[in-house]
């Protein structure tokens, strides 16, 4: 294993032109290692590095001419996409790991986050598809940060060979605190009211999700089985909210797959067994994830039609999200024994000139067949086991006032 200069940190050696280049995503993007890639990348010549959600500001200020992949354009990959650098691939986030796990797609170089402990490394804040490429890829670099929790579950074994590591000693990429507003309020309002005492939850980020979790502040037993874990989660496991004891699967164990936070999370699973983060073969999989009683999947859109299609990766024509596990969660969820999926969002944007419940989505990311429950501040649409019409009047009742009109004359002109 070679030992690396943080300081005068050359990835010349290790990159080739023509690979690709698989970052570690989120909490665990390991910061060192991405810092130095847009300098090899003028070295070297070109090479592909493919991001997840990216929440840090290592990527602002590249060459212009430096190409990027990634399973979405979430949080800041979204700059990139604006730009026309990124290439995103249209894959649900289960197929993707699983890809990566079987060889199929192909990761040269995996730079990696690591906690060190007594017996070893962990893959620190993350059991993502960043592990799965490392085991098949070419070379692996992993920067070793003493600042960085030991995470139950992420524990490297002899199927990973670490090739050469730089220690560092940094503060992860800590998620920027969301305040929600008034609207994300009156959605959570909603929201809460759908979520019994008991519930398994899985929730995304952001500021609907930060005011949801808000709201359930005066919940009892909920459980976490979710994709991603963060700081008012660990706010709530803190107070007793989260007690993961009526879990059907994973009792007394709240189980996630990546952290998007700051110190409060990092403290949180330190070192603490109660908190599991797992491949996206367990977080994601429909079969676990549908025994999971209770079970509650609340996620984000872009814009909901009034057939009940959901898009989450179009704006303007433009990549701003992704399929992500907006589909695995939802099909689990509604399979569940007491399970719903709901979808929540705003019902315009915020300058209110745009709808969100629209005629005819963008793009298609779940479909009609899929659908279950959407809100928004103005209330709650239960779609599962409607008609079209009943769908179609259902959403236009929580549309914003100004937008009903134009979709009533949409649908009346759908049926005429």
Sequence with gaps: MKRLDAAALDLAGFIQPGNRVVVGQVSAEPQTLAAALPVA??????????????????????PSEMPFA?????????????????DVWPMHYNALEAGFAA?????DIVLIQLAQGPDGFCATLANDYVLAAARHARCVIAEVNARAPWCAGTEIGSDIRIDAIVETDREPVCAPAVVPGETEQAIARHVAALVPDGATIQ???????????DGLAHHRDLGIHSGVFG???????????FTNARKSIDPGQAVANVVVGSRPSFDAIDRNDAIRLAPAAHTHAHSIVARQERMIAINAAIEVDLSGQANAELADGAPVGGAGGLCDFTRGATAAKG??????????????RVSRIVPQVQAVTLARTDIDTIVTEYGVAELRHRSATERARALIAIAAPQHREMLERSLFERSA
């Design 103 to 107: 060889g199929v797609i192909r990761a």
């Design 203 to 213: 929730i995304g980020i952001g500021a609907i999700p930060d005011a949801v979790l």
């Design 339 to 352: 399970g719903r999926a709901i979808i929540a969002l705003r019902a315009t944007d915020r300058t209110g």
């Design 231 to 241: 700081d008012r989660m660990a706010g709530l496991l803190a107070h007793g909210v």
């Design 41 to 62: 990348f003028t070295e070297i010549g070109p090479f592909e590095t493919f991001l997840g959600t990216v929440v840090s500001g290592s990527f602002e200020a590249v």
């Design 70 to 86: 990634g399973y979405g354009a979430m949080g800041k990959a979204s700059r990139i996409a604006r730009r026309g650098r990124l």
